[in-house]
């Protein structure tokens, strides 16, 4: 069973900048899903688009793994078929639950989970990469560096799947959606005070890019046939390929 978010509920919290340590790791479950809107969406596209875009004897990368929800469904994805995913965190608390929860997966050579700085992680063979809401929270000038030794990596006709929170460039555009999405959350349980905790504490480690500008990076590193394929409040999927 999920473990409630209530991190920031009744001033259960403090002034740091968020992070994934062991308070969000117990209740990171209840916390994406409630905060992520079409997040279980695309899980599912994931998977999906995994059964037909992997090549046998390649790798599967899921970086930013977190608890590994993307990691499953690229297995799901992957069925049978001879390959691995690499699931890769900086996080040692998201890490260590990860590798107890598909400790089943790790013995049979299916998964491997890395404690490693995404930046720094070495991409061979690969046929799917995930980066599922993940990129926002690196620093902008590491984030073409990254897609661009994915792309390097990548077999010819793999595929990068990136979902990202982005903002738009009209000030009423956003301020409408932003309205939307803080009234989605409210749905979902939180006050508008956890709301409000959670935006400071985020500030300046969660940085979103404009979608033009995911799809003009990707086209400029080399990845082709770029298309949204989920769009869902200020949360979208891109799919581009090798």
Known sequence: MKKKDNLF?????????????EEVTEVFEDMIDRSVPGY?????LIKDLSEHYFQSDTNCYDLGCSLGASSLSLLEGIGKRKGQVIAIDNSSAMISE??????????????KFLEQDINNAQINTASIIVINFVLQFLETEKR???????????????????????????NLRNQKIYRMYDRFKLKNGYSEMEISAKRDSLEGVLVTDLEFFHVQRLNRIGFKNIRKVMSNLNFITLVAER
């Not at 990860?98 to 050579?109: D, L």
């Open 144 to 170: 073409e560096i990254l897609l661009t030794k994915i792309f390097q990596g990548m077999k010819e006709g793999g595929i990068l799947i990136l979902s990202e929170k982005i903002h738009f460039d009209n």
């Open 40 to 44: 279980e969406s695309s899980l599912r």
């Open 9 to 21: 509920k009744d001033g259960n919290f403090n002034d740091l900048p968020f992070s994934f340590n």
């Open 98 to 111: 990860s590798k107890i929860r598909f400790s089943n997966f790790i013995k049979t050579g299916k998964i």
